[in-house]
């Protein structure tokens, strides 16, 4: 049986640990398209402490926060932080709140009804086009009937005199 390892690859503010036989199996453990492994962004963990949590789990994914939640909240930029008072409270300050209206839907709305308009538009026409094309048929088949009667009319008749020609060379000819 192949020798289990610990991989380890970053997720947001959580490392995924997983004991697998092989890279190949880290990677189905942690659904990844690409190879974390030749990226550079995953690796084997030897530390006997990171180890041991996932080798008790071998194939099952272990998250490990990579910091406290005050440290990832001051990872994020200036503006993204929340104001604490001075128990460690969130503060509700008025320049938090948004004193903007929200934004015009006007030209959206514009725009969509300029696409309804252009699809009612090319529908009626294709509507139009397919009727017209109906009619043509009907005419094409109508065409076709008169040509085949008046051509075999015309052959008959073609037939008549070149059988009455026949006969009067058949008379002259002593």
Request: aromatic fraction near 4%.
């Amino acid at each position: 049986m192949a020798k289990i390892k610990v991989f380890r690859t970053p997720i947001g503010f959580h490392d995924a640990y997983v004991a697998a036989p092989s890279q190949k199996a880290a990677l189905e453990a942690w659904g990844a398209d690409a190879n974390l492994f030749a990226r550079g962004v995953a690796e084997v963990v030897t530390d006997p402490k990171l180890t041991k949590a996932p080798l008790e789990r071998p194939g099952e994914i272990i998250r490990v926060s990579r910091g406290t939640a005050d440290e990832h909240a001051a990872a994020l930029p200036r503006s993204k932080r929340r104001a604490k008072d001075v128990r460690g409270e969130p503060v509700k300050s008025r320049t938090m709140r948004s004193k903007s209206r929200p934004p015009s839907r006007a030209r959206l709305d514009a725009a969509e009804k300029s696409l309804a308009r252009a699809k009612e538009k090319f529908e009626v026409a294709d509507a139009d086009l397919t009727s017209r094309e109906r009619r043509l048929a009907e005419e094409r088949m109508k065409l076709d009937r008169d040509r085949a009667r008046e051509l075999k009319r015309l052959r008959r008749q073609e037939e008549e005199a070149r059988g009455d020609y026949q006969a009067a060379l058949d008379r002259w000819q002593p």
